[in-house]
Structure formats: structure tokens, C-alpha cells
């Protein structure tokens, strides 16, 4: 008995996967997606506190990681994130802008999944077919006589293009694997070495007595190598969290340290300045003023600077603005796979079209999302990512 035929099969039914199959299908296309998971979209649920952060308006190259940085440029030009806004208009959700130009729904991140499982269905009336199966644990894939053969629950289905969009190993308990670096590798292509991103920081013992600061917060500015961002940091019980070291975290290489300054707004010679205006002032209720009085009263004792600022050498304060512009954390690791919210890293790009996410060397198999060695900033970059490399490879096959 033949194999079921299809123009195109996509694995993985996540963002990247619903995109291009829709996409696809709306072009005529006869699409099928497989995925293991129970239902698709799964990670996308999860993501911003279940209400997804769809894109950012800010998109630009320049917010993503590659060891090609210019390979993202076309799909991202093609397709941008006032296109996905106007699709998510077009089916009505209402959604609302954060900080840094980060785009949530109002309702919930389901309003997403439905989206593209509409835009799928809608393939119907342009003579094109999405079938979606989930609960498909892929046994096989082979490529011959210019035909992809899919296996997967003791049945086997082809196409003559085959997408792979089964992301990174990040959160696996959704069940992430790197598959999709093994299914690159198996076909010729290169994987640039997967490494946890947008992921909390851990220090060692000597660095933990900000332990005590667990749950603390504040706005700083940290950065790991040649890269800073100015939002949140926030202690936790395993070392340091929250915006700023979820961004510095995808630059961050083992041994390296990240940087904290503490007081990003402060200008140069401001504890001197302070010890002038207000003599009789201590540091820690100076610093209380802009950090959260626990964190102000621990980076004091760090100092080991007590009493009032009159007392202090002008050379012992100068040091000290130094120091709190400089904080140096020597992270140990990361919280790994586990707590990442993307895998920086992947299927490398030198093997793709930045046109149509297909193998230069293989036309007919294409490579989207996060299985590709792009990897975003925190706040929605990487589903514009999703989006557009998605769309790319929906409009070649």
C-alpha cells in the first residue's frame, strides 16, 4: 500500500510549524503536520505568563544571536512584526503594548494557538489542506527518489518537502528535545553548539550572600562581555534572575563575569558630592534611596563602609561608586534547559537559504524557529522569529 502523499510535512506544531503550514496551505498547498505532543502550541500557552508576548514592534536584526548575524535579515524584512499585528487584528484579539515595545494579549495565549489553527483550516478555501495530528512520536525520516518518508505510530506518509520546526531541548518538560539538530546532522548539515538562553544565572558559595536577598529586585544595568541591558535584576535562592540577567545570559560564557551597575542613573563623583551635601547621611539610607533597603544594607556591609559619609575618605567613596558601577557576579552556570526560554545555538546557517530556510545543498527540506541557530532578546522576538522564518519557508514550498 503507498505511503499517504502531501506537498509539504511539517514536524513540530509550535509557532514556527503553524505559520508555515498555514501559510502554505493558504497558497494551495496539501500540508501535513505531525507533532508528539498531545496538542499543539504548547509552548506557546506558557509564554508571557499565559498571555504571550506575540512580538515586539522594536524587531530589528540587531536583537537577535547568530553566528551569522545578517542570515535573519531577509525573512525578518518580509515578513515584520506589523504584519503579525495586523493578522492578530484581522481575528480580532485585543492586545496591549508593555515595556520595550513587548506586545501581550489582553485575554490569553490561546487566542494565539487558535489563531493559527484558524489560518490552517482556512487553507480549504484556497484549495489547499492542513491536516494537524498530534500525539506523533517520529520513528524515521528518509529522503529518496526526491521524496521525504515521514514514520511515525506504525504509519509512514511523504512529500517532496519536509519542514522541520521541532525547536530547541529548552523546557522539556513539554517534552523538547534537540531532535532537530540530530535530523540536521543525519542530512549534512552543521549545528552550532546548543547552549541554554534567556535563562537565570547561578553563583557559587562565596558569592551567595545575596542569598539573603532572595525575592529582591531592582533596576540595574548588567552585562555580560561587550552587551549590557538596563531592566530588572532579581536575586534568587540559586543566584541572580529576572530581565536584565535573562538578556546578559545568552552573551554569557562559562568563566566570564557578569557585571552589575547598581546605580546605572548615578553620575560620576556622586558619593562625594552626597558626602558634601548631606554629611551626616549613611550609605546605606543613601542607597535606600533608589534600591530596596535590604539590598542597599548588603551592598554597605560589602563595602564595609559604616557610619556617616563626613567620616569616609574621599578616595574610600570614590572607590565605592566604582564598585557599585561595577559589581562583578562570577557565575558558576546557568539553571540549564530547564528554566531557558530558548536554546541559543542550533542548526547552523551557513547550510540555509535566508530566503526560503532551505538546505542549500538539499532544496526541499527547510529549517524554521528555534532549531535555527537565531536566537532573539527577552520580549517577544523570538515569536517574530517563529513568524517570520516561518512564513519564508511557507511561501517556498
Given at each position: 500500500m503507498s505511503s499517504p502523499s502531501y506537498d509539504a510535512i511539517v514536524l513540530g506544531a509550535g509557532a514556527a510549524g503553524l505559520m508555515c503550514a498555514g501559510v502554505a496551505g493558504q497558497r494551495g498547498r496539501r500540508v501535513l503536520v505531525l507533532d508528539h505532543a498531545e496538542q499543539p502550541g504548547n509552548k506557546i500557552l506558557i509564554s508571557g505568563g499565559g498571555r504571550c508576548n506575540f512580538t515586539n514592534i522594536a524587531t530589528a536584526p540587531d536583537r537577535f544571536l547568530s553566528a551569522n548575524p545578517h542570515f535573519a535579515r531577509s525573512a525578518l524584512a518580509r515578513y515584520t512584526a506589523a504584519d503579525f499585528v495586523e493578522l492578530v487584528d484581522r481575528h480580532g484579539i485585543a492586545w496591549h503594548e508593555k515595556t520595550l515595545g513587548q506586545l501581550f494579549c489582553d485575554g490569553s495565549a490561546r487566542q494565539i494557538v487558535d489563531l493559527l489553527l484558524d489560518e490552517c483550516a482556512a487553507a480549504t478555501a484556497q484549495d489547499g489542506q492542513v491536516d494537524v495530528q498530534c500525539g506523533q512520536a517520529i520513528t524515521d525520516v528518509t529522503h529518496a527518489d526526491g521524496l521525504f518518508r515521514v514514520s511515525a505510530g506504525g504509519q509512514e506518509w511523504q512529500a517532496r518537502a519536509l519542514v522541520v520546526a521541532t525547536g530547541g531541548p529548552s523546557i522539556p518538560k513539554l517534552g523538547a528535545t534537540g531532535f532537530a539538530y540530530d535530523l540536521a546532522r543525519r542530512f549534512g548539515l552543521k549545528v552550532v553548539e546548543p547552549r541554554p538562553a534567556l535563562v537565570p544565572l547561578t553563583l557559587p558559595g562565596e558569592e551567595l550572600m545575596f542569598r539573603q536577598l532572595s525575592g529582591i529586585a531592582a533596576p540595574v544595568a548588567a552585562t555580560a562581555g561587550k552587551t549590557s541591558f538596563r531592566e530588572a535584576a532579581l536575586f534568587t535562592h540559586r543566584g541572580l534572575s529576572g530581565p536584565a540577567i535573562l538578556q546578559v545570559s545568552s552573551y554569557w560564557r562559562h568563566g566570564q563575569p557578569v557585571v552589575i551597575d547598581f546605580l546605572p542613573e548615578a553620575g560620576t563623583g556622586w558619593l562625594r558630592q552626597a558626602k558634601r551635601e548631606t554629611p551626616r547621611q549613611t550609605l546605606p539610607r543613601l542607597?535606600?534611596?533608589?534600591?530596596?533597603?535590604?539590598?542597599?544594607?548588603?551592598?554597605?556591609?560589602?563595602?564595609?563602609?559604616?557610619?556617616?559619609?563626613?567620616?569616609?575618605?574621599?578616595?574610600?567613596?570614590?572607590?565605592?561608586?566604582?564598585?557599585?558601577?561595577?559589581?562583578?557576579?562570577?557565575?558558576?552556570?546557568?539553571?540549564?534547559?530547564?528554566?531557558?526560554?530558548?536554546?541559543?545555538?542550533?542548526?547552523?546557517?551557513?547550510g540555509l537559504s535566508g530566503q526560503t530556510m532551505a538546505a542549500r545543498h538539499l532544496p526541499g527540506l527547510h529549517f524554521i524557529g528555534e532549531a535555527v541557530d537565531v536566537t532573539g532578546w527577552l520580549g517577544g522576538y523570538n515569536f517574530q522569529w517563529a513568524w517570520a522564518s516561518g512564513w519564508a519557508a511557507g511561501q517556498a514550498i
Amino acid at each position: 500500500m503507498s505511503s499517504p502523499s502531501y506537498d509539504a510535512i511539517v514536524l513540530g506544531a509550535g509557532a514556527a510549524g503553524l505559520m508555515c503550514a498555514g501559510v502554505a496551505g493558504q497558497r494551495g498547498r496539501r500540508v501535513l503536520v505531525l507533532d508528539h505532543a498531545e496538542q499543539p502550541g504548547n509552548k506557546i500557552l506558557i509564554s508571557g505568563g499565559g498571555r504571550c508576548n506575540f512580538t515586539n514592534i522594536a524587531t530589528a536584526p540587531d536583537r537577535f544571536l547568530s553566528a551569522n548575524p545578517h542570515f535573519a535579515r531577509s525573512a525578518l524584512a518580509r515578513y515584520t512584526a506589523a504584519d503579525f499585528v495586523e493578522l492578530v487584528d484581522r481575528h480580532g484579539i485585543a492586545w496591549h503594548e508593555k515595556t520595550l515595545g513587548q506586545l501581550f494579549c489582553d485575554g490569553s495565549a490561546r487566542q494565539i494557538v487558535d489563531l493559527l489553527l484558524d489560518e490552517c483550516a482556512a487553507a480549504t478555501a484556497q484549495d489547499g489542506q492542513v491536516d494537524v495530528q498530534c500525539g506523533q512520536a517520529i520513528t524515521d525520516v528518509t529522503h529518496a527518489d526526491g521524496l521525504f518518508r515521514v514514520s511515525a505510530g506504525g504509519q509512514e506518509w511523504q512529500a517532496r518537502a519536509l519542514v522541520v520546526a521541532t525547536g530547541g531541548p529548552s523546557i522539556p518538560k513539554l517534552g523538547a528535545t534537540g531532535f532537530a539538530y540530530d535530523l540536521a546532522r543525519r542530512f549534512g548539515l552543521k549545528v552550532v553548539e546548543p547552549r541554554p538562553a534567556l535563562v537565570p544565572l547561578t553563583l557559587p558559595g562565596e558569592e551567595l550572600m545575596f542569598r539573603q536577598l532572595s525575592g529582591i529586585a531592582a533596576p540595574v544595568a548588567a552585562t555580560a562581555g561587550k552587551t549590557s541591558f538596563r531592566e530588572a535584576a532579581l536575586f534568587t535562592h540559586r543566584g541572580l534572575s529576572g530581565p536584565a540577567i535573562l538578556q546578559v545570559s545568552s552573551y554569557w560564557r562559562h568563566g566570564q563575569p557578569v557585571v552589575i551597575d547598581f546605580l546605572p542613573e548615578a553620575g560620576t563623583g556622586w558619593l562625594r558630592q552626597a558626602k558634601r551635601e548631606t554629611p551626616r547621611q549613611t550609605l546605606p539610607r543613601l542607597l535606600a534611596r533608589h534600591l530596596p533597603e535590604r539590598l542597599a544594607e548588603a551592598l554597605a556591609e560589602r563595602l564595609g563602609l559604616s557610619g556617616e559619609l563626613i567620616g569616609m575618605a574621599d578616595a574610600k567613596l570614590a572607590a565605592a561608586e566604582d564598585r557599585l558601577a561595577g559589581w562583578r557576579f562570577t557565575p558558576n552556570g546557568s539553571e540549564g534547559y530547564a528554566k531557558a526560554e530558548v536554546t541559543a545555538g542550533g542548526v547552523a546557517t551557513t547550510g540555509l537559504s535566508g530566503q526560503t530556510m532551505a538546505a542549500r545543498h538539499l532544496p526541499g527540506l527547510h529549517f524554521i524557529g528555534e532549531a535555527v541557530d537565531v536566537t532573539g532578546w527577552l520580549g517577544g522576538y523570538n515569536f517574530q522569529w517563529a513568524w517570520a522564518s516561518g512564513w519564508a519557508a511557507g511561501q517556498a514550498i
